[in-house]
C-alpha cells in the first residue's frame, strides 16, 4: 500500500493541509479470534467475562461519595459497587481505561485519529451529537435494565451460552433493523 500523502482539504474544510493515507483495518477473523482469546483469559484470571456497565456504576459510586458517603452506604445499588471505599480500583475501572487508551493508540498507530463529528451529510453536527446521547442514555438505561451492557451481554453471556443474553442479542440486532428504514436519512 502506498504511504503517500493525500490532500483532506476537503474534509476538513480548511484548505490544502495534508495527511498520510491510513492503515488497512486487521482481518475481522483474526481481531474476533484474539477478543475470545482475550475474554479466555478473562475468565480465567478473575472468573467473571467482559463488559462495562459495572465500570460505569463504580464511577457513579465514586461520585455519590464524594458528594454523601452516608447515602452510598444507605442505597443497596452504590454499596454493590463502593469496594470497601475504593471504587475506582475496581478491575471493571481498569478494563474501560485500557479499552479506550487502546482505542486511541490503535487509532493513532493506524493513522485513522482525528477529532471529528461521524455524520451523514444531511444531519449537522448539533443534532448528530444529540442524537448520540440520546442513544447512549437509552443504551446505558437498557443496560441497567438488562442487567449487563451489550459487550457483557454478546460476548460474556454469548460464549457461555445464556439464554437470557441470546434473547438480548437477537432483540438489539431485530430493533436495529427494524428501525434502520427510518433513521437512513441521517446517513444517505
Known amino acids: 500500500m502506498s504511504r503517500t500523502l493525500v490532500d483532506a482539504g476537503a474534509y476538513a474544510g480548511a484548505g490544502a493541509r495534508q495527511q498520510r493515507v491510513p492503515m488497512p483495518y486487521w482481518n475481522p477473523w483474526l481481531v474476533g479470534f484474539l ?3 482475550v ?9 467473571r467475562g467482559l463488559g462495562a456497565t ?11 461519595g464524594l ?36 482505542a486511541f493508540v490503535s487509532g493513532w ?24 446521547f440520546a442513544g447512549g442514555f437509552v443504551a446505558a438505561y437498557g443496560a441497567k435494565i438488562a442487567r449487563g451492557c451489550t459487550s457483557g451481554q454478546a460476548l460474556t453471556g454469548g460464549a457461555i451460552l445464556n439464554a437470557g ?15 434502520a428504514w427510518f433513521v437512513r436519512k441521517e446517513w444517505l
Open 35 to 37: 477478543l475470545g482469546l
Open 39 to 47: 475474554l479466555l483469559v478473562t475468565y480465567a484470571v478473575t472468573g
Open 54 to 64: 459495572a465500570a460505569f456504576s463504580a464511577t457513579a459510586a465514586w461520585i455519590a
Open 67 to 102: 458528594v454523601s458517603p452516608a447515602h452510598v452506604q444507605a442505597n443497596a445499588v452504590h454499596l454493590r459497587y463502593w469496594n470497601e471505599g475504593a471504587p475506582l480500583l475496581s478491575w471493571t475501572v481498569a478494563l474501560l481505561a485500557g479499552a479506550s487508551l487502546g
Open 109 to 132: 498507530q493506524g493513522r485513522r485519529f482525528a477529532l471529528c463529528v461521524e455524520r451523514g451529510p444531511n444531519l449537522g453536527n448539533g443534532a448528530r451529537i444529540a442524537l448520540a
Open 165 to 179: 443474553s441470546l434473547v438480548f442479542m437477537l432483540a438489539v440486532f431485530g430493533a436495529a433493523y427494524g428501525l
